[in-house]
């Protein structure tokens, strides 16, 4: 018997048309009719045993909605079918699970620690067995669940057969080939606003109900909480306040309509500590989630080591006490880097708007829209460049005395007025040998007017430096737009020289781009003494992540730095390119279009900056 079922979509997954399928399957089955295609979704509410279906939640632009109804639906006993990018995969797993009321995981269950029945795991489907491991391991720790209370896993070997044994009517034109042919995403959009409101007020309540009692940040089993919202803020470029920058999705409230005060206890933050007290996968955490699987470490794990904090009793509403700041006083910056966006570098201001006959093709409206609380009209009036107000630098130097570390990174925060003006506030507070500071910088300059950055430097002891490039010569110069090697490998020995005392050393971006060619930038590296590094691997634009090269590309580049691997003495560079290795091998499931795309990227590049990609990385044409 059918109880409550839920299904979900994630941006453009093709969901719609599993709902056309879904309301053939209805008609035919429970005879509802769609009387009006606004009226549809109240038809689904409408038929027996209460299904209920949930869709296009993420036109909302709201992960932190989309969160919210899925610990919502989970806590309320409903059946949740969580898929991919897959459409065949979705509507089997709607229809099988739905039919047999066989895939439930529940959040009590999980809580209480009582084996969850049995889950539905759709293998050797058609495309990408790994979408739906993938994406529930992200939401309900799948992987976690599944060595833990070692949980039956019912296979679905042949999903055509199955499906045709359920619905023997499903047939071909619903395969993909027919749905890509028909996408239409403008014509379903069942989901209203009514009912948005109706998940959220009801996830309050229960979030309301529920206690607050204690958390252990540093325990082994703390897989997904974080002291974040009590101890650190990001401030970007357009006044946006976020728990730290690499939060996804998640805005706590936004400098231009209110005080940092008033954000630190805003709605949204306490929802957001709340969430962070339940040691359950959030939503908007997924960045620091992949980190860890790839790297030892990533900020929250840094946050939840490096400052202490009650573990009981944890208020939801805390004094402003901030001791992480990261702060992005604008958007300006002297450098185009491919995989930045126009509100993080006012350089790609120009790019972006050239960009929108690619984005017209690809749909990634993300990469030029203006900043969320500005229009488009003044985004071109300001020429691209934002930057936080004089208001918010004022109430941010009263809260200095308590803050332990600050990050500054860009758009370039050596060629920002703003940063200069925090910098002699510390020096005449006497706060410059108390606080640690972080740079991300593109090291293209060590003067701004006539200041002498390296002789401020010299007054904070407690320096860590960390500019960013990720290859040398005319790749490094393709990844970042205005980038040069020798100006930056001279800038970067002067710091090393004048600052012998100083944590110097370099931020590597790794995209599809760089990653077959670190062997050569480790090299270079050697060769000027640098040997602490960062890396971070690019998630976005996901045309650039590593993981979308195609198959044949993977095997030649992971030779390359396995040979490498084998003759470097350095443990650091051996750590680096196993870590790079793994996370570019994470997914055999590359996608065509995906990579597609990239190379429209560099051809669309290449028009525009004179360039050719093909000269520099002859390997993608072969
Ligand atoms: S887990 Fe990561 S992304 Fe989430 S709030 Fe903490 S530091 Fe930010």
Redesign the pocket.
Known sequence: MLNNFVIFGVPRCGSTHILQLLEQYLVKKYNVHREDENEFFNIFKKIPNNLYINHSIIKLHTWATFNNLIEYNLLNNRSIAVTRENNVEMFASWLIAMETNQWTLLAKDIHNKILPKKIIHMSDTIEGKFNIIRYVHSIVRFNYFLNTYNLPVIRYENTFDDIKKLYPDWEAPYRREYLIKQNDHTRYDYIHKNDIDFFNETYHRWKNESNLDWIDFSAKDNLYS?K?PWVSMYIGPNGDVT??C??LGIKLGDTNNNTLAEIWNSNASKKFRNEMTKNIP?I??K??YEQEKHSDG???TF?NKQYDMPTKNLSLTPQLELKYLDIRFSNECNQACIMCTPKLSSKLYDDAFGFKEYISKFQDQNYISSPDNMSDEDWKKHKGIISISSKTINELKELLKDVEHIYFAGGEPLIMKKHYEILDFLIENNLNEKVFLRYNTNLSTLKYKNINIIEKWKLFPKLKILPSADLNGERGTYQRWGFDWDKFKNNWLEIKNALPQTKLGMQITISSLTIGYLPEFLSELKKIGCNNMNSNFVHGPADLNPQVLPIKLKKIYTNKLNRYISKTSSDVHKKLLHEAINFMNDTNNTDKKMWERTLHRLDFLDKKRKTNWKSLWPEFIK
């Open positions: 974080c974040a728990p730290c690499t939060s959030n908007n955490c960045f620091c990533s900020l929250r946050l």
